[in-house]
T-cell receptor
Framework: EPEVTQTPSHQVTQMGQEVILRCVPI?????FYWYRQILGQKVEFLVS????????KSEIFDDQFSVERPDGSNFTLKIRSTKLEDSAMYFC??????????FGQGTRLTVV | LAKTTQPISMDSYEGQEVNITCSHN???????ITWYQQFPSQGPRFIIQ???TKVTNEVASLFIPADRKSSTLSLPRVSLSDTAVYYC????????????FGSGTRLLVRP
């Protein structure tokens, strides 16, 4: 069964450093998403990406964040100048139609 | 986007049927209702989606009344492995490109 894959599974970074979280969506999907989940809290929408551009973003997704689809397969989330409060699970998702999304297993980001 | 309201938690026992109801009073005409399941430290997993009446798949059933202001996810004969958080989402192609998760319902299945 096709799946969304995310790398790395766990990343530890120092405060102020930049991190890039990587995702390989399901190959024929058209809609791509990033979500985050702080430990014990709900899944929060960050950004959606369609037709090679951001279609929606939340208030969390400020200038510190950026997304890219550099080639036909990868979808990345870059977090510049990480803060302690950026520590969370980050989930990538993709969908052929935007109402049935398939999620990856997540990247646990720990900022120290 | 329509806001959803679900119970914070539910308890059940193995072998019982569990029904989780979600309220979405402001659902739009083009909105679908979708349920996801999430285990700890894993990404949400799609369970079922519907627009109206009843939808059934190998995992669950989804009941949607005529006014569509609520929906009920029915899990037949739950097992311990069904212990998870269940999210009700409302949205669709015409309303938004994003899926907004509420707080979900934490289901605990006891032996």
């Amino acid at each position: 069964e096709p799946e969304v894959t995310q790398t790395p599974s766990h990343q530890v970074t120092q405060m102020g450093q930049e991190v890039i979280l990587r995702c390989v969506p399901i190959s024929n999907h058209l809609y791509f998403y990033w979500y985050r989940q702080i430990l014990g809290q709900k899944v929060e929408f960050l950004v959606s990406f369609y037709n090679n551009e951001i279609s929606e973003k939340s208030e969390i997704f400020d200038d510190q964040f950026s997304v890219e689809r550099p080639d036909g397969s990868n979808f990345t989330l870059k977090i510049r100048s990480t803060k302690l409060e950026d520590s969370a699970m980050y989930f990538c998702a993709s969908a052929y139609k935007d109402t049935e999304a398939f999620f990856g297993q997540g990247t646990r980001l720990t900022v120290v | 986007l329509a806001k959803t309201t679900q119970p914070i938690s539910m308890d059940s026992y193995e072998g019982q049927e569990v029904n989780i109801t979600c309220s979405h009073n402001n659902i739009a005409t083009n909105d679908y209702i979708t349920w996801y399941q999430q285990f700890p430290s894993q990404g949400p997993r799609f369970i079922i989606q519907g627009y109206k009446t009843k939808v059934t798949n190998e995992v669950a059933s989804l009941f949607i009344p005529a006014d569509r202001k609520s929906s009920t996810l029915s899990l037949p004969r739950v097992s311990l492995s069904d212990t998870a958080v269940y999210y009700c989402l409302v949205g669709g192609m015409d309303s938004s490109y994003k899926l907004i998760f509420g707080s979900g319902t934490r289901l605990l299945v006891r032996p």
